[in-house]
């Protein structure tokens, strides 16, 4: 029995294949159980996720939906704003044309107050000069200082 080279080189490679079959077999019944594995998370996350992916578009459309309507409320409330800022604005205007006014009525009333009250003590001290005397007043001089008097009161006054 002659054994040739190339017998030893066919034992060589079978002893090889057996002994990469040995070790890979292992290895390939654990790729096997990983596939199943991750095929069954696959369909329990299909099965999870199928009703949010058919509900897409309604979320989508809802989201949509409150946008607008967000969009469409800030906008009313900007334009309030707007319309309040006018109103406090002309608010404001209208107080102060108030106030204004009020002012130069009080100040003209006090101004026409004292020349009334020097017109009525003027018209008093003539009637009291009058009722002294008995007897109107005749010449230019005592009505001149009579007159003269009354001015003085009256730039006092003012």
Do not use: C
């Not at 299909?46 to 409320?73: A, F, W």
């Amino acid at each position: 029995m002659i054994v040739s080279i190339w017998d030893v080189f066919a034992l060589v490679l079978t002893i090889g294949l057996v002994l990469l079959l040995y070790f890979l077999i292992p290895v390939l019944i654990q790729l096997n159980n990983t596939l199943k594995a991750s095929e069954d998370i696959i369909d329990q996350l299909r099965k999870e996720i199928s009703p949010v992916i058919n509900n897409v578009e309604g979320i989508t459309s809802n989201v949509d939906d409150m946008t607008e309507k967000l969009n469409q409320i800030t906008g009313d409330l900007q334009t309030q704003a707007e319309k309040t800022t006018g109103i406090f604005n002309t608010l404001k205007s209208s107080t102060d044309i108030l106030k204004q006014t009020l002012l130069i009525s009080l100040n003209n009333a006090y101004k026409y107050g004292r020349a009334f009250k020097v017109g009525i003590k003027t018209g008093v001290e003539r009637y009291k000069y009058a009722n002294i005397s008995n007897k109107p007043i005749q010449n230019k001089t005592e009505e001149t200082k009579l007159l003269q008097s009354e001015i003085s009161i009256v730039d006092h006054i003012n």
